[in-house]
């Protein structure tokens, strides 16, 4: 809902599929045609110190461990550090990214508290 809430907030109408699809929902702006499909995902920290320290980790792949492809999943949507981000899908099956780049990659939807 937090998710969903945010897309609202920034100008999208948010759909919710009624039968099982790769994605949680459709959006678009008001007055556009273009419909783009997004999974929530839940972010969580991890610490690779043979990488230089804590990463912020969102995983790009389903239950099943297939990645979401494009033709599925346009956007993934996620919270981290009580802020909803957007990022597009890169097909990758984890984004990982340090915690002081979040602002500059991934488009900030707003606070959740």
Not at 16 to 39: C, H, M, N, W
């Amino acid at each position: 809902m937090l998710a969903a809430t945010a897309l609202l907030a920034n100008g999208y109408t948010v759909m919710e599929p009624i039968a099982p699809e790769a994605f949680d929902f459709a959006i678009k702006r008001l007055g556009e045609s273009e419909t783009y499909y997004v999974q929530v995902k839940t972010a969580f920290t991890r610490n690779e110190e043979r990488y230089g320290g804590e990463y912020v980790i969102v995983r790009g792949a389903k239950n099943n461990g297939d990645i979401y492809r494009k033709t599925e999943v346009d956007y993934f949507v996620t919270i981290y550090d009580d802020e909803v981000y957007m990022f597009p899908n890169s097909e990758k099956s984890e984004y990982w990214l340090r915690p002081s780049l979040i602002g500059e990659k991934w488009t900030r939807l707003g606070r959740t508290i």
